[in-house]
């Protein structure tokens, strides 16, 4: 067990929607990373924050938006959603805002968009 | 052309055979290059660290770095039943900053099989 916890572990939802995956990080951990995992393009970063802060973007839709809270959970919500939204999405955290190699990994929401 | 190939497989051996898991990059940027291991349903765990060129030795298992030809290994010695999993490789230009982004293979799959 990483210690980040992910829910829900499933959503099925139909087009046109908007739904929120919820993280905890681990105990102590500062940073939460959110990626998404579809079988074509790998694991693909989303977005990072730190302490509150968003500290990086990558590949992540305007139709996506993350935060993160006072105590350090984040969510990340997805609206308009696609079919080709379908994919796993996880959560990892850090302790440090530039610690890449350690990261620890949620064990992911499947999002199913029918 | 993607930043990271990696052969997706799956890739199925005998138990106590010698696995070579390989991703080749092509971004001369990357420093921080790693392995994560993926089994069904759960999420990617790290699995080695490895920072500039040369060999890293963790138990059975040994990560190869050759910058000068853009090439990263795993090799698994005596592989077991339990090492059948996704491994992924991920790789980093930078350490500490705002910009943490890990850049992933798509992962191979591996089956051992008894």
């Known amino acids: 067990d990483s210690g980040v916890t992910q829910t829900p572990k499933h959503l099925i939802t139909a087009t046109g929607q908007r739904v929120t995956l919820r993280c905890s990080p681990r105990?102590?951990?500062?940073?939460v990373y959110w990626y998404q995992q579809s079988l074509d393009q790998g694991l693909q970063f989303l977005i990072q924050?730190?302490?509150?802060?968003?500290?990086a973007k990558g590949n992540i839709l305007e139709r996506f938006s993350a935060q993160q809270f006072p105590d350090l959970h984040s969510e990340l919500n997805l609206s308009s959603l696609e079919l080709g939204d379908s994919a796993l999405y996880f959560c990892?955290?850090?302790?440090?805002?530039?610690?890449?190699?350690?990261?620890?990994f949620g064990s992911g929401t499947q999002l199913s968009v029918l | 052309q993607k930043e990271v190939e990696q052969d997706p497989g799956p890739l199925s051996v005998p138990e106590g055979a010698i696995v070579s898991l390989n991703c080749t990059y092509s971004?001369?940027?990357?420093?921080?290059f790693m392995w994560y291991r993926q089994y069904s349903r759960k999420g990617p765990e790290l699995l080695m660290y490895?920072?500039?060129?040369g060999n890293k030795e963790d138990g059975r298992f040994t990560a190869q770095v050759d910058k000068s030809s853009k090439y990263i290994s795993l090799f698994i010695r005596d592989s077991q039943p339990s090492d059948s999993a996704t491994y992924l490789c991920a790789m980093s230009g930078f350490r500490g900053g705002a910009t943490n982004k890990l850049i992933f293979g798509t992962g191979t799959l591996l089956a051992v099989q008894p």
């Open positions: 971004n001369s940027a990357f420093q921080y």
């Open positions: 924050y730190y302490n509150g802060e968003e500290r």
């Open positions: 490895t920072y500039s060129s």
């Open positions: 105990s102590g951990d500062l940073s």
């Open positions: 990892a955290s850090s302790v440090e805002q530039g610690t890449n190699e350690k990261l620890f």
